[in-house]
């Protein structure tokens, strides 16, 4: 009782960490949360962890609560984010993070979660663009297995993603 009265944020946030796997819990300790006058804010790639955290005066979802995302997937996509900064582009986050770890299905569930409504795009076309997302992520892992790099060194290229357009598709209904 004295945590949730003085220390309401770090306390729902625990909470709701620990309650992680039983969705029925979360959904009934974010209404309280919300009651409380706590943002919760929604799943971000470029900002939650794998845990519920504060963040500012609101609760970040966690990655870790999202239907379909491990914690290795969740721990590849921190370090690689710890490395390049923020992700811009779906092709960036699929070339620089471990493709061992990082699937279809795992990026498809952060689309449908709302954790990649940072990056540029709607959620329709960088959910269309998936595929070939992960195709070039593929490709760009492999040559860096093989030690293959570009004509003067270094890793991945900011502008090299930046050049793949993604489609031109109508966005999602609110349905």
Same mark, same amino acid.
């Given at each position: 009782?004295?945590?949730?009265?003085?220390?309401?944020?770090?306390?729902?946030?625990?909470?709701? *960490?620990?309650?992680?796997?039983?969705?029925?819990?979360?959904?009934?300790?974010?209404?309280?949360?919300?009651?409380?006058?706590?943002?919760?804010?929604?799943?971000?790639?470029? $900002?939650?962890?794998?845990?519920? *955290?504060?963040?500012?005066?609101?609760?970040?979802?966690?990655?870790? !609560? /999202?239907?379909?995302?491990?914690?290795?997937? /969740?721990?590849?996509?921190?370090?690689?984010?710890?490395? /390049?900064?923020?992700?811009?582009?779906?092709?960036?986050?699929?070339? /620089?993070?471990?493709? $061992?770890?990082?699937?279809?299905?795992?990026?498809? $569930?952060?689309?449908?979660?709302?954790?990649?409504? $940072?990056?540029?795009?709607?959620? !329709?076309?960088?959910?269309?663009?998936?595929?070939?997302?992960?195709?070039?992520?593929?490709?760009?892992?492999?040559?860096?297995?093989?030690?293959?790099?570009?004509?003067?060194?270094?890793?991945?290229?900011?502008?090299?993603? !930046?050049?793949?357009?993604?489609?031109?598709?109508?966005?999602?209904?609110?349905?």
């Amino acid at each position: 009782a004295y945590l949730k009265a003085y220390y309401p944020l770090q306390f729902m946030s625990a909470l709701l *960490t620990f309650e992680m796997g039983d969705t029925d819990k979360v959904v009934e300790y974010i209404d309280e949360a919300r009651q409380m006058g706590i943002d919760v804010l929604p799943p971000d790639i470029n $900002s939650s962890d794998w845990s519920f *955290t504060p963040d500012g005066d609101g609760i970040r979802f966690g990655l870790g !609560a /999202v239907k379909n995302v491990g914690q290795g997937a /969740v721990e590849a996509i921190i370090a690689a984010r710890k490395d /390049v900064g923020k992700f811009k582009t779906i092709f960036q986050l699929c070339e /620089v993070v471990d493709v $061992s770890v990082l699937n279809r299905r795992v990026v498809e $569930s952060l689309v449908r979660a709302g954790a990649m409504d $940072s990056l540029e795009g709607t959620r !329709a076309q960088i959910f269309t663009a998936v595929e070939g997302a992960m195709e070039s992520g593929q490709r760009a892992w492999k040559d860096r297995q093989t030690g293959q790099t570009g004509l003067f060194g270094g890793g991945f290229d900011d502008e090299e993603a !930046a050049e793949q357009p993604l489609p031109n598709v109508p966005d999602w209904t609110q349905q």
